[in-house]
């Protein structure tokens, strides 16, 4: 069993930034990539970012051009997105998630989830 909780959401001007965080516990997690994606009102969900937990090149989506950055903190069991430059484009929920198998980009390449953490970008 794995549990995931997101933090950090809040409402924001456009251009400023923020960090979220994932706190993740469970057994073995330690060993699992984890990823980020976002789901705004009326559209899919959408892969963020990546990272493995074993190091490697973290992976991103083509939208984030160079503003988000994905890390991890492996000895409080925490990864963290950081994003700069938001506009309101950015305005999800978003999600962090546990890899289990397949591609990064794809949710069902994940078997747990948070409950999410709300981000609002005002013009």
């Known amino acids: 069993q794995v549990q995931l909780v997101e933090s950090g959401g809040r409402l924001v001007q456009a251009g400023g930034s923020l960090r979220l965080s994932c706190a993740v516990s469970?057994?073995?997690?330690?060993?699992?990539?984890m990823g980020w994606f976002r789901q705004a009102p009326g559209k899919e969900r959408e892969f963020v970012a990546a990272?493995?937990?074993?190091?490697?090149?973290?992976y991103y989506a083509d939208f984030v051009k160079g503003r988000f950055t994905i890390s991890r903190d492996n000895a409080k069991n925490t990864v963290y997105l950081q994003m700069n430059s938001l506009t309101p484009e950015d305005t999800a929920l978003y999600y962090c998630?546990?890899?289990?198998?397949?591609?990064?980009?794809?949710?069902?390449?994940?078997?747990?989830w948070g409950q999410g953490t709300q981000v609002t970008v005002s013009s």
């Open positions: 990272i493995s937990w074993s190091g490697g090149s973290p």
């Open positions: 469970g057994r073995t997690f330690s060993s699992y990539a």
């Open positions: 998630a546990a890899h289990r198998s397949g591609s990064y980009y794809y949710m069902d390449s994940y078997d747990s």
